[in-house]
Structures are given as structure tokens and as C-alpha cells.
């Protein structure tokens, strides 16, 4: 039995069309929303843009690049503590990116679309704890949405706040931060 999610998560990586499809499918989503930073693959050809906006409607699924939410984010002009707890650069670079116009734009793109249509966000890395998706996932969390990720082998995961990586902060008005709680883990030097 399948949960009830609003919003769906998707890694391509080397999926045969069918078994992609059947995944989409198999949740009801209506719109693939490509998140890749370049939405291509030498590898896998059939997961470019221009192969998607053909196979995937001629299937009964719109698609949709959304490039204010592509990961590869270079550094930002941000406060280096405010997203101090990452500790890799990529993810670091994309969480500071999540303070900005653009990707509230992004988020609010999505999710206007997300309030009619069943939606799935898709990148290439099929795990989405080694993926931007996972702080799209977190946004989106904070603001109350229900978000469920699609697993190679047909698994799926709801997605909770925190869960993997960093551990998030939110303010009162749902922004995401990802603070260095380093100390706070460690042990005390007077214990």
C-alpha cells in the first residue's frame, strides 16, 4: 500500500524507461520537475531534456525543467556559519544557495504547480541522501509539505525533516539553515 504523498523525489541513474516509468506510474505523477543544474547524460541519453519532453508526455507525464532549483550551486556571498554544519562543499554551496530569490522562486514554482498536479523532482543520483534533493526535500518539509522518495527496486521513503545530513534549523518563517552543532554533540571537558 502506498502512503499518501504531495510531492515525489526521483533519482534517474541508469533506470531502463520502463522500469522508470512504471515507478512514476505506479504513484500517479502527472509532471516530472527536472532539478539537474545541466538536465543531460552522455550516459543515459534518454534522461536529457530533449528525450524527456518527448517520451515522457507521449507516456502521460508532462516535464519540466525548473533551473532555479538545479544543484551544482557555486559558493555564495553568505555568512560561511550559516550553513556551517555541512561539511561538504557541495551540499554546503546549495544550502547557502537556498537562502536566495531564485530558489524561493524555484520552490514557489514547484509547489504552485504541486497543489494541482501529482509532481516528482528528479536528478540523476538515485539516492536522495547523496543528493541536492534531499535540502529541496527539507524546504519543502519545513513548509508542511508531505514528500516521499522513489528508490530504485520500487522502495520508498517519506521523508523527514533531518534525516539525512546536516542537521537543519527553521525559522518562524520555514527557512532552512544548517547551523555547526559540532559542539553541542560533543562531550563536556568537565564531565
Known sequence: MNEPCEIWTIGHWTCP???FLALLDAHGVE?????????GSRRNPQFGSDALSKWLP???IDYLWVTAL???????DVDPSINAGWRNASFKNYADYTLGDEYRRGIDELTTIARTRRVAIMCGEPMPWRCHRLLIANTLAAQGWTVCHLISGGDTRRHVLGQWGAAPSVDDDGQVTYPDRSEERAPSARS
Open 31 to 39: 509532471l516530472l520537475a527536472d532539478v539537474r543544474a545541466h538536465p
Open 17 to 19: 524507461i520502463p522500469v
Open 58 to 60: 507521449d507516456n502521460g
Open 70 to 76: 538545479g544543484g551544482r550551486r557555486p559558493r555564495q
